[in-house]
């Protein structure tokens, strides 16, 4: 969202008046606005207001059963830059990440069922490539990245592991004294999709095949003032 910023200067000489004259200055790039929620509400800028250490429970359901209960952990940092810099985090004022930026994005999940089972911890990162268009990349290291985007507030990320297809979804939700992330990893087969009405149109349809779901709590961050 573009704004000018216009200054109205009052002009005279000798005494004299002289009419009012309206002097634009140019006009100054400005960052860009986070997009918009529903009302004055504004989307939290990812991954700079999701820092923090986050935590919830979460499960795996398949055929209508629950396979698999757990603790998750979401930690969410950000990594010094090169000049030694640190990209902006949770209370920061209005400063954007940059592109190159990263963070830390380490999973780790706790069997609920079994606690003596050592836990599943995932050390990713997330890479900023553009914030105004909303797009980033998961890195798993190894050279594997998953290209992440933002799209109205929510962040998405879809991927395949061989013949599995899986779409992740993350949604910030603000609450009154904790802030909290649905977490949501659909996954199906392409293979079990069957050819579905006129084939002139090209539909197929079938089965998701399971969903991973969680909410993760994170006390509220107060505002830089």
Known sequence: MKRTLAIAALVSLAGCSMPVRNAEQP???KQPEPPSLTGSM???IFPRDWVG???GNGA???GGVTTHSFIMELDIQPIARPDGSMPPSSGSDSVFPKAGDRYTWKMTYTDRADKTKPADVREYQVVVRDTLRGE???DEGG???LVTNELM???YSAFSVGDQQ???SYTFRPEDKFDAIDLRIVSYRAGDQKPTGDAAQAIRSGPVQSLQGGSLLRRKVAKAK
């Open 27 to 29: 006009e100054q790039p």
């Open 42 to 44: 504004m989307a939290p």
């Open 53 to 55: 250490h986050w935590k």
């Open 60 to 62: 795996t359901e398949a």
């Open 136 to 138: 980033y990349a998961i």
């Open 143 to 145: 050279g594997v990245e």
């Open 153 to 155: 507030g929510l962040v």
């Open 166 to 168: 899986l779409v992740a």
